[in-house]
Nanobody, 133 residues
Framework: QVQVAESGGGSVQAGDSLTLTCSLS??????????LAWFRQAPGKEREGVAA??????????HYSNSVKGRFTISQDNDKNTLDLEMNRLKPEDTGVYYC??????????????????????WGRGTQVVVSP
């Protein structure tokens, strides 16, 4: 059974940085051939995709939503089965619960934009990020 566990959230000031980490388990043999992503849900809003990552024939494929492009960096460690989201120059509008997810179909990440990656069905408990002005 595939499970994800997010950590690293907290309360920060605008302009600060945070790095979220997702630990994944239950994937055979590891996360190397999957499509991974971070989503977030702000209060009163729908969950939205933030960043996605896959490694295809050793080549990294990454997508970012327009709202975080240039500020956030997604990275995966296939040996440790972890997925990080480094968030820099945080803004109050980045506030929300951040979720890690994975799909065994790597082709889900073989698209043009973060919007094209689509939705996922596996969700953890998430980690809260609060950015104060």
């Amino acid at each position: 059974q595939v499970q994800v566990a997010e950590s690293g959230g907290g309360s920060v000031q605008a302009g600060d940085s945070l790095t979220l980490t997702c630990s994944l388990s239950g994937l055979n043999p590891n996360i190397a051939h999957t499509c991974l992503a971070w989503f977030r849900q702000a209060p009163g809003k729908e969950r939205e995709g933030v960043a996605a990552s896959a490694t295809v024939f050793g080549r990294p494929i990454k997508h970012y939503s327009n709202s975080v492009k240039g500020r956030f960096t997604i990275s995966q460690d296939n040996d440790k089965n972890t997925l990080d989201l480094e968030m820099n120059r945080l803004k109050p509008e980045d506030t929300g619960v951040y979720y890690c997810t994975v799909d065994s179909r790597q082709r889900k990440c073989l698209v043009s934009t973060m919007e094209d990656v689509g939705d996922f069905t596996l969700w953890g408990r998430g980690t809260q990020v609060v950015v104060s002005p």
